[in-house]
């Protein structure tokens, strides 16, 4: 029997590398246009979930809990600092979420951003296939490890193509199902507008993005960082500076208003002990 088990996990073994070899015979930039297929098309019909975000930067900590909504996501502030909310924070967050259920024009404001957003990712995306070249650099839990660096041949002609062509970086993509797990961007030049007199994006900004899936068709950001810097307008100096977590992930009703993804929020006041993202959803 011994001589039998050994015999099957030595079968087993060679089998799997067999199919990881036929796998891995997909040219790599082909495995990325099959992944961006993938995102754009499970993105048309994604559900609606409800979790926390924490977002640093060198002034404070910010813990939200936010809802996803037909109308764009809906959020609410919780912590600062490690800190609940107090009377005079609580008002000015309450006040800020009356303004957008009670404002038409707000309203209609943070549907354009909501939109504007998901048109930016998606072109993002597109671009990923034929703006870099690929080659596979091993494996790592579950996932392909592909290096990527701008395709001289690609012709980047709007700003985002420009900043998006001028970083080289690794992707992850699940084997199993052709899904972005990870994405890492380092700029590796100077990238001038209007030969630098209107404004420069430095070399050696850098971001990370990592996704985990949620249910069997959906897949969420749970890590994003961008640190960028540059000069706009001459003299102008700018930083990108963005850190943030997301987690506890729970399904949320489809199709819900923002009016009901904030009356869902309010559902779950937040408590006068201090919280930690991992015990906000216990």
């Given at each position: 029997?011994?001589?039998?088990?050994?015999?099957?996990?030595?079968?087993?073994?060679?089998?799997?590398?067999?199919?990881?070899?036929?796998?891995?015979?997909?040219?790599?930039?082909?495995?990325?246009?099959?992944?961006?297929?993938?995102?754009?098309?499970?993105?048309?019909?994604?559900?609606?979930?409800?979790?926390?975000?924490?977002?640093?930067?060198?002034?404070?900590?910010?813990?939200?809990?936010q809802?996803?909504?037909?109308?764009?996501?809906?959020?609410?502030?919780?912590?600062?600092?490690?800190?609940?909310?107090?009377?005079q924070?609580?008002?000015?967050?309450?006040?800020?979420?009356?303004?957008?259920?009670?404002?038409?024009?707000?309203?209609?404001?943070?549907?354009?951003?909501?939109?504007?957003?998901e048109?930016?990712?998606?072109?993002?995306?597109?671009?990923?296939p034929?703006?870099?070249?690929?080659e596979?650099?091993g494996?790592?839990?579950?996932?392909?490890?592909?290096?990527?660096?701008?395709?001289?041949?690609?012709?980047?002609?709007?700003?985002?193509?420009?900043?998006?062509?001028?970083?080289?970086?690794?992707?992850?993509?699940?084997?199993?199902?052709?899904?972005?797990?990870?994405?890492?961007?380092r700029?590796e030049?100077n990238?001038?507008?209007?030969?630098?007199?209107?404004?420069?994006?430095?070399k050696?900004?850098?971001?990370?993005l990592?996704r985990?899936?949620?249910?069997?068709?959906?897949w969420?950001?749970?890590?994003?960082e961008?640190?960028?810097?540059?000069?706009?307008?001459?003299?102008?100096?700018?930083?990108?500076?963005?850190?943030?977590?997301?987690?506890?992930?729970l399904?949320?009703?489809?199709?819900?208003?923002?009016?009901?993804?904030a009356?869902?929020?309010?559902?779950?006041?937040?408590?006068?002990?201090?919280?930690?993202?991992?015990?906000?959803?216990?």
């Amino acid at each position: 029997m011994r001589l039998i088990w050994a015999t099957l996990g030595f079968l087993s073994v060679a089998l799997g590398a067999c199919c990881a070899q036929q796998q891995q015979a997909i040219p790599a930039g082909q495995l990325v246009r099959e992944v961006v297929y993938n995102e754009l098309h499970d993105h048309d019909r994604h559900g609606y979930w409800r979790y926390w975000i924490e977002r640093r930067s060198p002034r404070e900590t910010r813990l939200e809990e936010q809802v996803e909504t037909a109308e764009g996501p809906v959020a609410r502030l919780v912590l600062t600092n490690g800190h609940p909310l107090d009377t005079q924070a609580r008002l000015q967050e309450q006040a800020r979420l009356n303004q957008l259920l009670n404002s038409p024009a707000e309203q209609a404001r943070h549907l354009q951003e909501y939109a504007d957003d998901e048109k930016r990712i998606g072109r993002i995306l597109v671009l990923l296939p034929d703006a870099f070249l690929y080659e596979y650099a091993g494996e790592e839990n579950g996932s392909y490890r592909l290096r990527f660096r701008p395709n001289p041949a690609y012709p980047a002609r709007s700003i985002e193509a420009r900043i998006f062509h001028a970083m080289s970086g690794e992707l992850w993509v699940n084997a199993r199902l052709k899904r972005l797990a990870r994405l890492n961007g380092r700029v590796e030049e100077n990238v001038d507008f209007g030969f630098g007199i209107l404004g420069r994006l430095c070399k050696g900004g850098w971001f990370q993005l990592e996704r985990s899936q949620v249910s069997a068709t959906d897949w969420k950001t749970a890590r994003l960082e961008v640190h960028m810097s540059g000069r706009a307008l001459l003299v102008k100096t700018f930083a990108r500076e963005t850190s943030e977590v997301r987690g506890g992930f729970l399904p949320a009703p489809a199709g819900m208003n923002l009016v009901q993804g904030a009356a869902l929020l309010r559902q779950a006041e937040p408590p006068s002990s201090p919280i930690t993202p991992a015990a906000l959803h216990r």
